[in-house]
């Protein structure tokens, strides 16, 4: 069964940093697009980065450009998200997803909260 789980969500002060993984398995990470996206309460869920299959390439929405960082580890068929200068805007439940053709995979998501 594919799995995609991430971890290294909790609880930071406004300016803190934290660094989310996704570790994946059960199916071919490599030829997959990675994204992060986020559901804070009571909003639609956005994309919040993304990293092409080679790692070359990464896109971010607006609102994270210049605070996130996503990278990913072909080797270890993980993708990261290391978000700094963190603000209360940024609480949500980040999600881990792949994409390839129709594929469309998701992991169960892990609370980032930031609050003083």
């Known amino acids: 069964q594919v799995q995609l789980v991430e971890s290294g969500g909790g609880l930071v002060q406004p300016g803190g940093s934290l660094r989310l993984s996704c570790a994946t398995s059960r199916f071919s990470f490599r030829n997959y697009v990675m994204c992060w996206y986020r559901q804070a309460p009571g909003k639609e869920r956005e994309l919040v980065a993304s990293i092409s299959i080679s790692g070359d390439s990464t896109d971010y929405a607006d609102s994270v450009k210049g605070r996130f960082t996503i990278s990913r580890d072909n080797a270890k068929n993980t993708v990261y998200l290391q978000m700094n200068s963190l603000n209360l805007e940024d609480t949500a439940v980040y999600y881990c997803?792949?994409?390839?053709?129709?594929?469309?995979?998701w992991g169960q998501g892990t609370q980032v909260t930031v609050s003083s």
């Open positions: 997803n792949a994409k390839r053709g129709l594929a469309d995979l």
